[in-house]
Structures are given as C-alpha cells and as structure tokens.
C-alpha cells in the first residue's frame, strides 16, 4: 500500500477528547473516527490490524474443536424475558420495535439465542459436547462510553458457547477453552494475567477475566505475591484486619457538631477511622438499603448487588434518604426497622464503634453488634485492598492495573433450564445442558495492545497484530535512483509475501520519520542518496533505538527471515 493512496491522515496534535493512550495514538494515527459516543468507524490501517487478531481467535477456536456460525444482531425481547436476564442487563441493553410493535433487543451477547438454535439440534448425549463460536457485531448501552475503543457501544466479540452432559464435561470444555485463550493471547505478541472475576450480568458459577497489566487500565488487580492468588478487584477477597478486643462498654451520646463524614468525626473524637461505622445508602429494585461497614473500608458495590439479588442498583440520593427519615451524616442501623440493614463482616472485628446517632450533629460511643443493632444480612461486601491479608495463605495483598481483554464463564444450567435445552441420557432421563461462555473484544484487545505497547513517538505493535511488516521510506525523491531502487525493492518484497507501507509521499525526512514512529510498523526501511553510496538500505525496528545497515541485494531475503522470525 501507498500511503499517497491511504485512506486516513495522521495528526500532529493532540485530541482534546481522548483521555487514554490507545484513544489519543489511533485518533492521530488516523486509525479510527468517532460516530457517536461509544461508535466508531475503522479506517484502513485499524482494520487491518483488527482481521490479524480475528484470525488468529479463528485459527485457535478451529484447533480447539470450535465450530463457527453466525447468529443475528437483532434478538425477540421474548427470550430475554424466559431467563429474566432481560432485567439483569437493566439500561445496558438495547431495545426497539418493529413495525408489528414487538419489541426486540439488539444482542449484547447470544446465549440466549444460541441455546435456542441448540434446543432444536440436540436430543442426545450422542449429539455432545459441542463447541460453537461466531465473530460478530456486539450491542451494549455504556452509561459512560470511554477511553476510545476500551469501552464502547458497538464493537465486535468473538463469543464461544460449549455445551456438555455434565459439570465434568464443562470443566474439559472450559480448561480448553483457558488454553486456546493464553494461546491468543501469545500469538498476539501480549502477556496476560488469568484472574477471577465477577460473572455480572451474564450469570454463571465460576468466571475469569485475561487481564493485559498496564497502569493505564480501568480495572484493579488485587494479588498475592507469596501464593499467586489473583482476583478482579470486584470479586478480590481478603482477610480483615483484627482490631485488638475490648469489652462492650455502654452506649454514650456525644455532640459532633457540623461533623459528617467518617475522616471529620474520627478527627474530632481523636479515635481511629477503623473504630468507626460508616452508613452507606442504595437503590436496589426500588427500595431503600442501608450498608454498614467499618469506617476505614469501602464497600464493593458489585459484591453488594450480589449480596442482594437484584437488578437495578445504584447509589441513593441526598434526597431519597431525607424522604425515608434518615439524618444525613448522623445515621447508623441503630433502632433502623423500616429498611433493610446489610452489614460487612468488619463490624464483627471490634468493639465499641462510633457510629451516627440518628439525629442532627449526634454521634454515638460505644456501639456494638449484635448488642445494639441486627442486620438483616450479614456478609463480605468490602472491597479489598493492598495491605490486606491474603483470603489463601495470609500473606500481604498487592494492587495493579489492567485491561480486561477475556471473559470466561462457567454458566451451568440456568439458561438452558429456563429455555428448555435438555438431551436424553444412556438410560432414558432427560437432563438440562450444562454450559460455558468464553468473550473477547477484538476492538478492546487492539487498544490494549497499543495501551501496553508505545512509547513518547507512537505505537510499537507487536510484528502479529501489526498492520503492516515494513514501512519503505525512500528520502529525497527528486533522485532518481533513490525513486527506481525504492519502486524495485516494494515490488520484491510484495512477491515474497511481506506487507509493506510505502510512503511514497515527497516529504521532508523529520515529517516521514515521525510518521513511521507514529504508526508503529515493526521495522522502517529507509532508502537514500546516502544509503546507495554504500549499496546499502537502513533498517531500523521501531521497539530499537539503533538503525542497521543491510546490503541491498540481501535486503529481501534477510527481511523476510527476520519477519518469519
């Protein structure tokens, strides 16, 4: 390809919309073109790079023993509706009617409708497992799309769906499918962390995210260094610390004026945040919840929504708690009885808490549970955190950022139960298909990559992802021979199987060098007035610093084998 023929324009500047990396160095690479919020166009250059890792998800699906199909976009609300994850999805998922007035959802995912094409295909154990995966368009409704390709609306997912007769046959399909994914993933030339993961609202016992490590990423990573546990800051658990013992003592008011939050009244008591409740209040469904933690944590509010069961949830306002009677600042469960009370496990490590009063600029000394006040559910909903123990073997818990760039899921049978996917067994008995689901993000995955692989220049792709191989760049094309030598060497290399970017543009070097770093393609090959005295090309490897000098007449055989290579 010519890049005096390239559909896309790089920038020098940069976007004032783009808040990450990968967003700021696709937008000046003239890669992709925002829509819409969340919605993107893929220009050439992008494209190329995004139909590389499409098909090495493909080759690696296909070795695995996945069959692929294509299922469609557009899903009855029906289905979604039989296993009530039409509720699950809440606001994140796509809704419209059609001129008969039924009302259909644009598919966020297609477990729904893939269970329904395997209803139909299967009766018998003979006809198990199965393996079944499609490429295709994804729909989901972000509240807040960000971070350029990272969190969209519209984007393409390869999604994998296995089905077997039992939990034993589950465990096969998905451990392969782990493999096939660390596979992907080394393809592409990117290392990632396997950690557990919340199933969120795609259900499920067991579930993992592949987690790309870099410090520019949206999702916390808690660790044990000594035993190699990992897990989702939304799923991560950890041990507590113990508060040294003390005996109850009783209740005593004290005033606390103007003071309202945890910092602000454990300054003006002078007693610890960890000696503190802190009252924290949500929707769920509809209805008032009250959450009380120990003052010094926060609270997971994905373990929270779990605790609960429901499907709409979020944060309550100033006003929905004025309403329900609660003083704002000064509110603990104490004599609480009209709304539900969930309790961390935290306020259980100590004695004599301090905690709201229930009335204006009033705290409380000396609360103790279950003395003073009942939870209606009392569970882990604190979000873990470096420093704290370790839930396997005790050790210190680290904290990292990633991107998740895999989703697995051990899904069982509640959707193939709910839509009646069932076989007959050796012996006659019907059974329900026992399921998995596996995701990737092919535009996500491409925004990693560059998030973990740039510099102050531009991309660095990895040679598999890129692209394109070589960026030719001759330089002061107003020499003849610098034109014919550049002209023979891009026909060359095209017949031997590279794929070349040739800017063939009459630009001055510093503009053509800039645009080559940009871009990122693994090695520049520069011709010039300067490099045919010495019947030589430079070659230089964007991840290098140092440019080499090649012969010309081994310049194709040896790129080729330090392609292949």
């Not at 009530?84 to 999805?89: E, T």
């Not at 994804?138 to 990272?150: C, N, S, T, V, W």
């Not at 905690?355 to 559910?377: E, Q, S």
């Not at 060359?492 to 503009?511: H, I």
Request: charge should be negative; proline fraction near 5%.
């Amino acid at each position: 390809m010519r890049i005096s023929k390239l559909f896309g324009k790089t920038q020098r500047e940069l976007p004032a919309e783009a808040d990450t990396i990968s967003h700021q160095l696709l937008l000046r690479a003239g890669m992709i073109r925002q829509v819409a919020a969340g919605v993107y166009s893929y220009l050439p250059l992008a494209w190329r790079a995004l139909k590389k890792i499409e098909n090495i998800i493909r080759q690696e699906m296909d070795k695995a023993g996945g069959q692929e199909l294509m299922l469609p976009v557009l899903q009855p609300l029906e289905l979604w509706q039989e296993t009530g994850r039409d509720l699950a999805f809440g606001q994140g998922l796509f809704t419209l009617y059609d001129r008969r007035d039924r009302k259909l959802a644009l598919g966020p995912t297609h477990e729904e409708v893939i269970t329904e094409l395997v209803k139909y295909n299967v009766q018998s154990y003979r006809d198990l497992p199965l393996l079944l995966y499609q490429i295709q368009t994804k729909f989901r409704d972000e509240p807040r799309p960000r971070a350029g390709l990272i969190r969209v609306r519209e984007f393409t997912m390869k999604d994998l769906y296995s089905f077997d007769v039992d939990e034993e046959g589950l465990d096969q399909s998905y451990n392969k499918m782990l493999q096939a994914y660390q596979n992907i993933y080394a393809r592409c030339g990117l290392p990632t962390l396997i950690v557990e993961a919340d199933s969120g609202a795609i259900g499920g016992k067991e579930s993992h995210e592949f987690m790309l490590i870099t410090e520019s990423g949206e999702d916390e990573i808690i660790h044990c260094p000594d035993c190699k546990y990992v897990a989702n800051a939304d799923k991560a658990e950890s041990v507590k610390e113990k508060i040294e013992g003390d005996e109850p003592l009783p209740l005593e008011e004290v005033k606390t004026p103007g003071m309202a939050t945890i910092e602000e009244v454990s300054n003006f008591l002078k007693a610890p945040q960890n000696r503190t409740l802190k009252a924290v209040f949500y929707i769920a469904d509809g209805k008032l919840i009250f959450a009380v933690i120990r003052g010094d944590l926060e609270v997971n509010e994905v373990k929270l929504k779990n605790a609960l069961g429901c499907s709409e949830f979020r944060i309550a306002t100033e006003a929905e708690i004025i309403e329900a009677g609660i003083v704002a600042g000064s509110a603990s469960p104490i004599g609480i009885s009209s709304i539900k009370v969930i309790a961390d496990d935290s306020i259980t490590s100590a004695a004599n808490f301090i905690a709201g009063a229930n009335k204006p600029d009033t705290h409380l000394r000396n609360v103790n549970y279950p003395r003073d006040f009942k939870a209606d559910l009392m569970t882990d909903i604190a979000r873990a955190r470096a420093g704290d123990g370790c839930p396997k073997c005790g050790g210190k818990l680290l904290s990292t950022h990633g991107i998740e760039v895999g989703h697995t899921f051990k899904l069982g049978t509640f959707i193939s139960q709910k839509l009646g996917a069932l076989f007959i067994d050796q012996s006659g008995q019907s059974h329900p298909i026992v399921m998995g689901s596996y995701g990737i993000g092919l535009g996500r995955l491409l925004a990693a990559a560059i998030e973990q692989n740039h510099d102050d220049k531009g991309i660095i792709w990895p040679l598999a992802i890129a692209p394109y191989h070589l960026y030719l760049c001759p330089l002061h094309l107003e020499n003849p021979q610098v034109v014919a030598t550049a002209e023979n060497l891009y026909a060359d290399l095209t017949a031997q199987g590279l794929e070349v970017l040739f800017d063939d543009r009459n630009e001055s070097p510093g503009v053509k060098f800039n645009d080559a770093d940009l871009l990122g393609i693994p090695a520049r090959v520069t011709i010039s007035p300067r490099t045919l005295e010495t019947n030589s090309v430079e070659v230089k490897w964007r991840s290098e610093k140092e440019p080499q000098l090649m012969p010309l007449e081994e310049a194709v055989t040896r790129l080729k084998e330090l392609i292949r290579d």
